[in-house]
């Protein structure tokens, strides 16, 4: 039996026809990129929680006072909630490639805890993100087999997806893994909305305000310093390391790369201010043209690069303009790498809620409707 409420749906289909509100609970909610998607496609969320102080109050401030500080499992939600949908973005540095990749790291074990609370829960669906690799490497089979098979265990029917930001109108080549489980339906897989016309760099950062005014001036102290000892590849932007620390200058007509949780010291992006401002053709070009001529690297970078702010960084991710960042800035630039890109989020989050209405539906009406605008994930290339 569905658990839905009559509302007016605040997602991109049409807002004048009242659709059911769909109630969820959000575990790992970080500073809210994903709870933001789901909210904005018509789940209402009852509870959330995470342990950062900071990406709470952030989360707070955009999303509502429903979440909590604590620490999972010990602080896992109450079983007396029954919503429809349970979602959440375990810690992932465990998995993560760049991580150290170890099966026994602690924070390994909160995929597992994600399911025990759907186990307790027992809501019509689920939605757990997490990095590419635990949906692909090798070394991470019988974790994500073992996740799978409970989920099956569990009544779900489940699909492991991994989907690329840009293609969903994300300006960032991020890659993530969706696990989603549906019990009585079949899950659907988001249609890109902007494969092989991602959006780029350039765009997203013109929407925002002059660098250094109001709205766009929270930036890293750390120094742009050309690296003394710099790692050569044909491309001054493809694989050359010309810069201390692992911050790359962003080409502007692309997508940014991944942004990492590790942004705010010399792991932050760079970019050439002329570039974007000017039109000027991008500095690093010239350099790495003179280093491979032979020249000594120089002692310092021109002034025109620098590295992102938090606000550039988290339209890269797509939150809107006017979310409110709260913590120190190495937190706030933390929470923005850390995030599920919103706009990603709410493409998966109406895969979700059509292939509940599906559910509903069918119960409902002797011809099942079909979802619009979505295939089974089953046949979507994506699927793993
Ligand atoms: C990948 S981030 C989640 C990002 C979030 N889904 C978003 O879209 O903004 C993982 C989150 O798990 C939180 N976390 C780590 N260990 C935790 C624990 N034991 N209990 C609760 N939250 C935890 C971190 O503070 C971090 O915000």
């Known amino acids: 039996m569905s658990q839905a409420l009559k509302g007016v749906r605040a997602g991109s289909h049409n807002a004048a026809v009242p659709y059911p509100t769909y109630t969820a609970v959000s575990l790992y909610a970080g500073a809210g990129g994903l709870d933001w998607g789901f909210s904005q496609a018509g789940f209402k969320l009852l509870w959330a929680i995470d342990s950062d102080r900071h990406a709470v109050e952030t989360y707070k401030a955009n999303l509502g006072e429903h979440i909590v500080c604590g620490e999972l499992p010990g602080d896992a939600p109450s079983g007396d909630l029954r919503p429809d949908l349970v979602i959440g973005g375990p810690p992932c540095q465990g998995f993560s490639v760049i991580g150290r990749m170890d099966p026994e790291d602690p924070r390994?074990?909160?995929?597992h805890s994600f399911l025990d609370v759907v186990e307790r829960l027992e809501?019509?669906?689920?939605?757990?993100?997490?990095?590419?690799?635990?949906a692909e490497a090798d070394r991470w089979a019988p974790v994500r087999e073992a996740l799978v098979?409970?989920?099956k265990e569990l009544e779900y029917q489940v699909e492991l997806m991994v989907l690329s930001a840009s293609d969903y109108g994300v300006p960032q080549a991020r890659e993530r893994m969706f696990l989603v489980g549906v019990r009585g339906g079949t899950p659907l897989c988001p249609v890109p909305t902007t494969k092989g016309e991602p959006p780029t760099v350039r765009e997203a950062l013109s929407r925002l305000p002059v660098f250094g005014k109001p709205g766009n001036a929270t930036v890293s102290t750390a120094k742009v310093v050309p690296a003394a000892k710099p790692v050569m590849r044909p491309s001054a932007h493809k694989g050359s390391l010309l810069f201390n620390g692992s911050g790359r200058p962003l080409q502007l007509d692309e997508p940014a790369k991944t942004l990492p949780a590790s942004m705010g010291g010399n792991a932050t992006p760079i970019i050439d201010q002329e570039e974007l401002t000017a039109g000027a053709k991008p500095w690093v070009v010239g350099y790495h043209a003179r280093l491979r001529k032979g020249r000594s690297p120089d002692k310092q970078a021109p002034r025109r690069m620098r590295r992102i702010t938090v606000?550039?960084?988290?339209?890269?991710?797509?939150?809107?303009s006017e979310w409110k960042w709260r913590g120190p800035q190495g937190a706030m630039y933390r929470q923005v790498g850390n995030a599920v890109p919103p706009v990603l989020a709410e493409r998966v989050a109406i895969s979700v809620y059509e292939a509940l209405q599906v559910i509903d539906d069918q119960h409902t009406e002797a011809a099942p409707?079909?979802?619009?605008?979505?295939?089974?994930?089953?046949?979507?290339?994506?699927?793993?």
């Open 108 to 111: 390994s074990r909160h995929v």
């Open 123 to 134: 809501p019509r669906a689920f939605c757990m993100e997490n990095v590419k690799a635990l």
């Open 149 to 151: 098979q409970r989920a």
């Open 311 to 320: 606000e550039e960084a988290a339209a890269l991710q797509s939150f809107p």
């Open 369 to 384: 409707a079909n979802a619009a605008g979505m295939m089974p994930a089953a046949n979507q290339a994506a699927i793993i």
